[in-house]
């Protein structure tokens, strides 16, 4: 069985984030790929393996795919 992706498009705004809508994409979808940018830090992959972590607990399949190997240190 492929691996079936349907594009996501939805608008955020920094000033109000509407739980809802996120809601609803955790309830509508069965999987998830989590990417973060080029050379990533510290930061972007604690984000990566916290958010695939919840996403786990909700029994989502979750894949991390990133350009950048992960760095050593």
């Known amino acids: ?3 079936v992706t ?5 608008t955020w705004t920094l000033t109000m984030i509407n739980f809802n809508k ?3 994409i955790l309830e509508s979808h069965n999987s998830f790929l989590l990417t973060c940018h080029v050379n990533p830090d510290a930061d972007a992959i604690g ?3 916290a958010l695939y972590e919840v996403l786990k607990k909700l029994g989502k399949k ?3 795919i990133n350009h950048s190997l992960t760095p050593y240190n």
């Open 6 to 10: 349907k594009p996501i498009s939805y």
């Open 22 to 24: 996120l809601q609803d």
């Open 62 to 64: 979750v894949y991390i």
């Open 47 to 49: 984000s990566e393996i």
């Open 1 to 3: 069985m492929g691996l």
